[in-house]
């Protein structure tokens, strides 16, 4: 098993979530964060309010943290690559800020309800 976490333009949440679970992969962890990379600062990204002492002071080189969505499934080793190319597919704009993806394994999976392991607990 493997754990996708990507990070992600806030305003392509929902064409993420649509496109995951066409593929078989509706449950995910989605969080709100802020960070900053290369893009330095694309004002037009913040669809929603944050409290001004979180954003830093607008100089030439933009904000200093950027409103992005951080997304963690796990999937199967085999899906993987499908999970990889759909999170692409929807959030690749050739644009600075479109986002990583990083891909870790998962030794365990547990359902807490039930004890189910492994694959079994992610169905």
Not at 40 to 52: A, C, D, T, W
Not at 90 to 118: C, L
Request: no cysteine.
């Amino acid at each position: 098993m493997k754990e996708v976490t990507a990070v992600v333009r806030p305003n392509k949440m929902s064409v993420t979530k649509d496109a995951l679970d066409k593929i078989g992969y509706p449950s995910m962890t989605a969080i709100p964060v802020l960070g900053k990379g290369k893009q330095r600062g694309i004002s037009g990204e913040l669809n929603f309010y944050i409290q001004p002492k979180l954003l830093a002071k607008r100089y030439s080189t933009g904000m200093k943290y950027i409103p992005k969505r951080l997304l963690s499934i796990v999937v199967n080793d085999e899906d993987v690559d499908q999970v990889i190319k759909t999170i692409i597919g929807v959030n690749q704009t050739a644009q600075i800020g479109d986002g990583k993806i990083f891909v870790e394994s998962i030794d365990e999976v547990i359902r807490i309800r039930t004890g189910e392991k492994g694959e079994l607990a992610l169905k």
